[in-house]
Each structure stands twice: as C-alpha cells, then as structure tokens.
C-alpha cells in the first residue's frame, strides 16, 4: 500500500514563498508520475505540476514560472517549490501518484492548507 504524507503548507503574504513536501512510502513503481493537485473553496481539483519517472515535468498555466516541482534522489520525496505566490493560489494542496504495474494504480495524500493573504 502507498501512502503519501504532505506538508509545509501555511499562511503566507503574497510574493511570498512556500515550499511543500510529500513523503512516498509503500509499493514502488518502475512507471510512475508524481504531482501536486489543488482545490480551492467551491472548486474542483486541479493539477497543478507533476513530474515522471524519467524526470518529464509538466505545469499548469497559472503556475509555470513561479512554482518548481522536484524530486530526491531516492524519488521518495516530492517537493513543490512555490514562489511570487498570489491570494489566487489559495487551496488545499494534495500529493499524488499515479503507477502502473499491470494496472492503473492511484493515490492521494491527505492535502496540506496553504493560504496566501493579499
């Protein structure tokens, strides 16, 4: 069983930093993607970044160039490095990931607040 432990999230002024953090534990994948998910109050979720096995990044709009995600080198940590931060960016954060062992397998964190006042 994977399990997923974020955290880092808090209360920032905007232009701030945060940087969030999500500790892998359990079954590993050879064939995995690792991202963060956001969901503000009365919104869906929605990816925010994530990186692959092979070290493939990808962004979502709103985010590319302030936010960095990356990765240890024992893979077993995920960060997401937050910068210029906005009130817009306001959201439960939630790690996840997705692998493939002969099937789609998928799983989340418990998600971490960050709140970004203006």
């Known amino acids: 069983q994977v399990q997923l432990v974020e955290s880092g999230g808090g209360l920032v002024q905007a232009g701030g930093s945060l940087r969030l953090s999500c500790v892998v534990s359990g079954r590993d994948f050879n064939i995995y993607t690792l991202g963060w998910y956001r969901q503000a109050p009365g919104k869906q979720r929605e990816p925010v970044a994530s990186?692959?096995?092979?070290?493939?990044?990808n962004y979502a709009d709103s985010v590319k160039g302030r936010f960095t995600i990356s990765r240890d080198g024992g893979e077993k940590t995920l960060y997401l490095q937050m910068n210029s931060l906005k009130p817009e960016d306001t959201a439960v954060y939630y790690c996840?990931?997705?692998?493939?062992?002969?099937?789609?397998?998928?799983?989340w964190g418990q998600g971490t607040q960050v709140t970004v006042s203006s």
């Open positions: 996840n990931e997705k692998g493939w062992s002969g099937r789609l397998q998928e799983y």
């Open positions: 990186i692959t096995n092979r070290g493939s990044t």
